[in-house]
Nanobody, 115 residues
């Protein structure tokens, strides 16, 4: 069973940057479209960024122009570069297959944007 391990979260001031990583235990990220999701307190989990096997990317309107998704197939790792962070970006961030999560969710990584 493929496991997903997210890392790179933390506390950052508004306007700051973070880079999240998602390491998969199996060779899947070059097969499936992969995505980053987030869940804020009291809200549903939402897909914020996706990358297809052909390296096409899609972003939620709320993060477009600020977040960049990428991947390293050799490392079985997906990244999310987050710039110009806002307090409303505060959430637990998870990765999974994009559009339709097929894998067991990892523990996620907490991102807190606050002054």
């Amino acid at each position: 069973q493929v496991q997903l391990v997210e890392s790179g979260g933390g506390l950052v001031q508004p306007g700051g940057s973070l880079r999240l990583s998602c390491a998969a235990s199996g060779n899947i990220i070059d097969i499936f479209s992969m995505g980053w999701y987030r869940q804020a307190p009291g809200k549903q989990r939402e897909l914020v960024a996706a990358i297809t096997s052909g390296d096409s990317t899609n972003y939620a309107d709320s993060v477009k122009g600020r977040f960049t998704i990428s991947r390293d197939n050799a490392k079985n790792t997906v990244y999310l570069q987050m710039n110009s962070l806002k307090p409303e970006d505060t959430a637990v961030y998870y990765c999974n297959t994009a559009f339709r999560p097929l894998l067991t969710w990892g523990h996620g990584t907490q991102v807190t944007v606050s002054s």
